[in-house]
């Protein structure tokens, strides 16, 4: 298995795409964080006051912003063996197909967390010295903002997972990343707040995502972090068995 991480991690830097999703990434935490500062104090802001702790948790929960590119690299790092036609010698390599798909998960998810740990650290060099200036000092051992980060740590892992297993569902590339992005960006956004809708939509990936981080929003409701860690480690652990299992089954032809 040692070997297999290996060489997932050998193919996934020989292209640039991770740094370019790393860049991604940075960029979007550094923006959702200026956006959460810049008017986390405005009139109607649904969010809670920075100098409240539900508050400060929010804009620290931002770095969970790399999960939608994680998914979309762990995807493109399944898919893209059937795009690129080496599927069928790595299966050769390794008959046990499911070994594959395990070290793939193995690694995506830890890329998902190092990909967290260096937004969560973007989103501290934005928010300590800004939020300095006015007046509110952080504690970062505090106000349940460790227990935020570990949350970030963890969804973006899992999204990790997701990915490599919708992409072993699908096997499709350029279907499984362009139904990543719309519904992580358009789709959910869209339907979490329709208040019609909000006993089931606090289930979904993204909303069990800011659950876990503890975002706190007047206008949208979620489950208490503990619930929204088992709903969003739920959809990891049923796309990762699901992909699994087909990638074990079907031709590869």
Not at 13 to 28: D, N, V
């Amino acid at each position: 298995m040692t070997r297999l991480i290996r060489a997932e991690f050998r193919k996934l830097f020989t292209t640039r795409l991770w740094l370019w999703l790393l860049l991604g990434s940075i960029g979007l935490t550094v923006l959702y964080a200026s956006l959460a500062i810049a008017f986390g104090d405005d009139p109607g802001n649904p969010t809670p006051p920075l100098a409240s702790p539900p508050g400060q948790r929010t804009v620290f929960s931002v770095g969970q912003g790399a999960s939608t590119l994680v998914a979309v690299l762990a995807a493109i790092g399944l898919t893209g063996e059937f795009r690129h036609r080496t599927v069928t010698p790595t299966f050769l390599a390794t008959p046990r197909r499911g070994l594959v798909v395990l070290a793939k998960l193995v690694t995506y998810g830890l890329i998902g967390a190092a990909y967290a740990v260096i937004c969560i650290g973007a989103t501290v060099a934005v928010a300590l010295p800004w939020l300095a200036t006015k007046g509110i000092r952080i504690d970062l051992t505090g106000n349940g903002i460790p227990q935020t980060l570990a949350g970030v740590v963890a969804a973006v892992a899992i999204f990790g997972l997701l990915g490599v297993g919708l992409g072993a569902l699908l096997r499709e590339q350029a279907a499984t990343v362009v139904g990543l992005l719309v519904y992580l960006f358009i789709v959910e956004p869209l339907v979490t707040r329709i208040p019609s809708l909000s006993d089931w939509t606090v289930y979904l990936p993204g909303a069990a995502a800011n659950a876990l981080t503890q975002v706190a929003q007047s206008n949208q409701h979620f489950l208490e972090p503990w619930q929204g860690g088992l709903v969003l480690a739920g959809y990891g652990l049923v796309f990762a068995v699901a992909g699994t299992f087909l990638a074990v089954r079907r031709d590869v032809t």
